[in-house]
Each structure stands twice: as C-alpha cells, then as structure tokens.
C-alpha cells in the first residue's frame, strides 16, 4: 500500500508529467521539422536530467553528483543500444513491422545491459566520464551510422492519441523506476540506468510504427551527435550540485548543455547554409 502510495504521490504525477511534455513535443518535432533534427534534440539530456534532479531533490545533491558521472559513462551503452536496434531492425527487414521492432527492441536493450554491467567497474571519475563518452561519440558518428542517409517525412500521417499516450506513460515509468530505485541500486547503477535511452527508445518506435523504417534509422544516426551535450551537463552536476543545490546546479548544467548544442550543432547548420 505504501509503494502504492508513493507512486500516486504529487510528485510522482510531477516527474511523469515533466517526461510525458518532452516525449509529445519530440513525436511532434519528428513529423512537423524532421527526424534529424529530432535525433539531435533526442540525444539532449531530457530524461537523464529528470532522473539526476529528483535523485539529488529525494536522496541528496552528492548522490546525484556521483551518479551524473556514471551517466555520462553510460552514453557509450546509449549508443551501443542505438547500434543495434538499427543493426537487428536491418537484419529483420524481412519480417513483419512488429516483429521487426520487437526484435530490434530487444537486442538494444540487452546490448545495453550488457555494455552497461562492464562500465558498472569503472569507478566515479571525470577524466572516464569525459573522455570514454567522447571517444565513442566520435567513433559512432564517424563509422557505425553514416550510411543512414537523413530522409524528411513527406506526408505526414496524424499519430493516434493512444500512441502517443503509451510512447509517453513508458518512458515516464521508466525515468520513476530509475528515481525510485536508486536508493537501492546505489549510484553506480542509478546513474547508468539514468542513461537508458528512454526518450529515444519509444520515439523511433512510433516514427517506425508510423512511417518507414528509414525515418527511425534517421533519428538514431543523430541521437549521438546530441549526446555530447548529455557528457557537458553531467559533468557540470558533478562540479555544482555538491556547491551550490539542485536548482542553481540544473539550470548551470542546461545552460551548458545548450550552449554547446546551439554552438556545435545548430551553428554549423548556419554556417554550411551561408
């Protein structure tokens, strides 16, 4: 009754609610811009940033401190989950569509486990926190996704409320269970889990459900070149939630994080239309 009882709590309600607004607007940017673009915002940290706040706002600021470290370590199973839903829904093309996405769901997430339990050993330090991310960042956007050509959605076919509902309500629960269990799992494993691709993971399924599978490979190829902004943020509630709390230490780290998304995305954008 009382697990019962937290999950219906305000602030419960708050966090799904906050996670529910992103997974909308990001369904919405896929159809009404592109899914390029949706990929790269994908990769901000959304969901991570929730799952940090409330951690520091529940438990405490040096928890989600330490925590954020590993999150930005978890980036590298953030990509291999993109790897190899794109690689297995390839492979499968064969199938039926839900097969299809079902298969490749599975694989990700079982690669992301898998890659998740070796970064489990490496211990809370900024240097791995800043440079194994990066290195993988790089190595991902220069060989594992260029092949995938960025395709506009055409005609755009009206995505059902009850798509949307549950593409939102399971990355919500995701983001609450990783909150609600990070007391027991400690922050190693509170902060990995922090990087499951719980954004990204129901908005390729809905853009592959709705459109082709070409829109979804899409989003995945530019999820990494957002992630590094995810590396920028942690990083910085590393250095500022122990100083200076959670508020002042989120919006620090989102002033970061856009920064250098605006700076290194969306500026050379700008400059290759010049």
Known sequence: MQALSDFLSLMTLVKMGTVILITVVLSVLAEVTSPRLAGILTGFPLGAAVSLFFMGFEINPGFAAESSLHTSTGVAATITFAFAYYRVSLLAAGLNRSLQILLACIAGTAIYLATASILSILPADPAIALLLPVLVIALSTRFLFRGIEDVRIDKRVGMSVK??????????????????????????????????????????????????????????????????????????????????????????????????????????DLIKKK
């Open 163 to 268: 798509l949307l509902l549950v593409r939102s309500l399971f990355a919500a629960s995701t983001v609450v269970l990783i909150i609600s269990t990070a007391k027991v799992v400690g922050p190693t494993w509170a902060g990995l889990f922090s990087a499951f691709p719980n954004i990204m993971l129901p908005l390729v399924v809905i853009i592959q459900f709705t459109y082709n599978p070409e829109h979804a490979y899409v989003i995945v190829k530019n999820v990494p070149k957002g992630l590094t902004s995810v590396v920028v943020y942690c990083l910085t509630v590393s250095l500022t939630y122990p100083v200076y709390g959670i508020y002042a230490g989120t919006a620090m780290a989102y002033g970061f994080a856009t920064l250098y998304l605006v700076v290194t995305q969306f500026g050379r």
